[in-house]
């Protein structure tokens, strides 16, 4: 089964590249002020990436 799965599109792909963009300012930030609360910012960016994720997998884009 070499099925081809879909790309993402929509929402989904946006909510993807905005958790991307989030996962890696959230270190960048802490490594630049050292604030360690901003650690959060990695986590939401996480979340936000799963989010879309799920969104794309319920749209029939994964297997």
């Keep these: 089964m070499n099925a081809r799965?879909?790309?993402?599109?929509g929402l989904p792909?946006?909510?993807i590249w905005v958790g991307i963009v989030l996962a890696v300012a959230g270190p960048v930030?802490?490594?630049l002020t050292g604030h360690t609360l901003l650690t959060?910012?990695?986590v939401?960016?996480?979340l936000v990436q799963l989010a879309g994720w799920m969104l794309?997998?319920?749209k029939g884009?994964?297997?």
């Design 5 to 9: 799965k879909p790309a993402p599109t």
């Design 13 to 15: 792909l946006v909510l």
């Design 29 to 31: 930030a802490v490594s």
């Design 40 to 42: 959060s910012v990695a």
């Design 44 to 46: 939401v960016g996480f």
């Design 56 to 58: 794309h997998s319920r």
């Design 61 to 63: 884009g994964a297997a």
